[in-house]
């Protein structure tokens, strides 16, 4: 029934202008609008709705992941815009915090300015 029917991801902010700093110009997505109960951003094949809420409880799970075609280039480009990237005690993960799964995937994680977590994912 949905199968055909545009998505869009959504998360909360509690800082509207650190999201919108932190979404167009460190991950370089399209801002499209600010409507006053969300921004909308646009990248290669969806749009994400960053909403305003009164309050945004991190989870423990990445809630957004961008599929990418090389991970190490990716994982430079943003470190050097500042993004940390999250290390966990349970992967082992290279010196860029990137963790390859046993298929060949790879993974690495970092947060938005609200500690949503988000993802970089390159296919084996």
């Known amino acids: 029934m949905l199968a055909t029917a545009p998505f869009t991801p959504l998360l909360g902010t ?8 932190f979404y ?15 921004l909308v951003f646009e990248g290669k094949n969806g749009r994400i709705r960053v909403s305003r809420v009164p309050a945004v409880t991190p989870p423990a799970y990445a809630v957004l992941a961008f599929n990418v075609d090389n991970i190490d280039a990716a994982v430079d480009g943003l470190t050097a815009k500042g993004v940390a990237f999250v290390r966990y005690p349970f992967f082992v993960q290279d010196p860029k915090g990137i963790w390859s799964a046993p298929d060949g995937t790879k993974v690495a994680w970092f947060h938005d300015p609200d500690l949503n977590l988000l993802s970089l994912v390159q296919a084996a």
């Open 24 to 38: 167009a110009d460190v991950l370089g997505l399209k801002f499209i609008n600010d409507d006053g109960f969300a």
């Open 14 to 21: 509690l800082k509207p202008e650190a999201a919108k700093a």
